[in-house]
């Protein structure tokens, strides 16, 4: 019904940038905050930014200053600017989108697959 797809991920080394992108598609009425998270080996699933629908964005304190999180409503995509990354960015990032499929319903999450950062020293 929907589907979320993210792209742009890999191995970079640090200090450099990567750009990431996540569009929903499928039944959707309206999405309401997309964020991205990330998960690194052997710990749990972090939340690093997320975005509202009218671009009020939310930031973890060690990737603010560094990361940029933006949207483009018409194309149902969340972007995940990562400049200055370093090796404890080291993770898979995961994209989340809060999903209306259609008016006056309750939203539910829909997350991508993952795509794979990886910042050698």
């Known amino acids: 019904q929907v589907q979320v797809v993210e792209s742009g991920g890999g191995l970079v080394q640090a200090g450099g940038s990567l750009r990431l992108s996540c569009a929903a598609s499928?039944?959707?009425?309206?999405?309401?905050?997309m964020g991205w998270y990330r998960q690194a080996p052997g710990k749990q699933r972090d939340l690093v930014a997320t975005?509202?629908?009218?671009?009020?964005?939310n930031y973890f304190e060690s990737v603010e200053g560094r990361f940029a999180i933006s949207r483009d409503n018409a194309k149902n995509t969340v972007y995940l600017q990562m400049n200055s990354l370093k090796p404890e960015d080291t993770a898979v990032y995961y994209c989340n989108a809060e999903v209306l499929v259609r008016a006056y319903l309750r939203p539910s999450a829909y997350w991508g697959q993952g795509t794979q950062v990886t910042v050698s020293s």
């Open positions: 975005i509202t629908s009218t671009g009020v964005t």
């Open positions: 499928g039944s959707i009425f309206s999405i309401n905050t």
